[in-house]
T-cell receptor, first 114, second 114 residues
Framework: NAGVTQTPKFQVLKTGQSMTLQCAQDMNHEYMSWYRQDPGMGLRLIHYSVGAGITDQGEVPNGYNVSRSTTEDFPLRLLSAAPSQTSVYFC?????????????FGNGTRLTVT | GQNIDQPTEMTATEGAIVQINCTYQTSGFNGLFWYQQHAGEAPTFLSYNVLDGLEEKGRFSSFLSRSKGYSYLLLKELQMKDSASYLCAVRDGARAGGSYIPTFGRGTSLIVHP
């Protein structure tokens, strides 16, 4: 079972470039989310989805777009990269049923914007 | 808003016991999670509390007091491999999406010395 798969693992962008971080899960989880992790800041929620066709903003959504056309996939798009978006990005998924359903994380994407 | 506070760093000796505290403020508490994150890796689930009291899982235990907005993670018989960051995360049903997607504290970096 692959769990949550994120690609790429590493990426370097120049300011102004756009790109898509891919995230796929094979556990049939309804909930998916994107976090960024910066030193001393913990994990901050960018966008989340509670099911196919439904997305909403988290704590730090500016500069990012998401879509959820299928249950499995939840890509994160950077529209015009800025140095402030240099971070480690984690995709996570969890079940809808069961109050104690924890987040399952992908291995992360380390993004540097120069 | 939602505040989650944890100590930034703690140190302990191999074989000892350490307690990592987490305090939070929510309008609609809906569960608290603890995650472990080794350097350069993704967070992994440790424990979940939604009712007051102690949950024990081997060397790790987690305690919750909803009236005090307080939780702790207790690690016994510390091993070198327990050196990691420990993340407290809270679900808040009063926050948009908060019933499904938790908010994370900044994490506590635990260093275990021989």
């Amino acid at each position: 079972n692959a769990g949550v798969t994120q690609t790429p693992k590493f990426q370097v962008l120049k300011t102004g470039q756009s790109m898509t971080l891919q995230c796929a899960q094979d556990m049939n989880h309804e909930y998916m989310s994107w976090y960024r992790q910066d030193p001393g800041m913990g994990l901050r929620l960018i966008h989340y989805s509670v099911g196919a066709g439904i997305t909403d903003q988290g704590e730090v959504p500016n500069g990012y777009n998401v879509s959820r056309s299928t249950t499995e996939d939840f890509p994160l798009r950077l529209l015009s990269a800025a140095p402030s978006q240099t971070s480690v990005y984690f995709c996570a998924s969890s079940q809808r049923t069961g109050k104690n359903s924890p987040l399952h994380f992908g291995n992360g994407t380390r993004l540097t914007v120069t | 808003g939602q505040n989650i506070d944890q100590p930034t760093e703690m140190t302990a000796t191999e074989g000892a016991i350490v307690q990592i505290n987490c305090t939070y403020q929510t309008s609609g508490f809906n569960g608290l999670f603890w995650y472990q994150q080794h350097a350069g890796e993704a967070p992994t689930f440790l424990s979940y509390n939604v009712l007051d009291g102690l949950e024990e899982k081997g060397r790790f235990s987690s305690f919750l007091s909803r009236s005090k907005g307080y939780s702790y993670l207790l690690l016994k018989e510390l091993q070198m491999k327990d050196s990691a960051s420990y993340l407290c995360a809270v679900r808040d049903g009063a926050r948009a999406g908060g019933s499904y997607i938790p908010t994370f504290g900044r994490g506590t970096s635990l260093i275990v010395h021989p």
